[in-house]
């Protein structure tokens, strides 16, 4: 009922950028709060943005000021556009979402595929 498909991952050299998308497809469901998480080998996995519906934006200390979510509602997509990228970024990037059943009015946490971000010379 509710589909996250995630692209933009890859390999980056240290500096470079990357922008991420995530594109929630749904016919029954209203798109809350989205957000991108991060798990790197041996770690736990940590939330690194997050933007409301209404564009209210957190970020996690480590990529403030690198880092900027953003989303269109029209088209029910969060992207997370990465700058000044470091060797510490490389991870799996999931995109989060909390989805309301416009019938019930439950919400729901949907989670993305996954795609691999490698910063790396």
């Known amino acids: 009922q509710v589909q996250l498909v995630e692209s933009g991952g890859g390999l980056v050299q240290p500096g470079g950028s990357l922008r991420l998308s995530c594109a929630v497809s749904?016919?029954?469901?209203?798109?809350?709060?989205m957000a991108w998480y991060r798990q790197a080998p041996g770690k736990q996995r940590e939330r690194v943005a997050a933007?409301?519906?209404?564009?209210?934006?957190n970020y996690a200390d480590s990529v403030r000021g690198r880092f900027t979510i953003s989303r269109d509602n029209a088209k029910n997509t969060v992207y997370l556009q990465m700058d000044s990228l470091k060797s510490e970024d490389t991870a799996v990037y999931y995109c989060n979402v909390g989805a309301v059943q416009t019938t019930t009015g439950h919400e729901y946490i949907y989670w993305g595929q996954g795609t691999q971000v490698t910063v790396s010379s």
């Open positions: 749904s016919s029954i469901f209203s798109i809350n709060a």
């Open positions: 933007i409301t519906r209404g564009g209210t934006t």
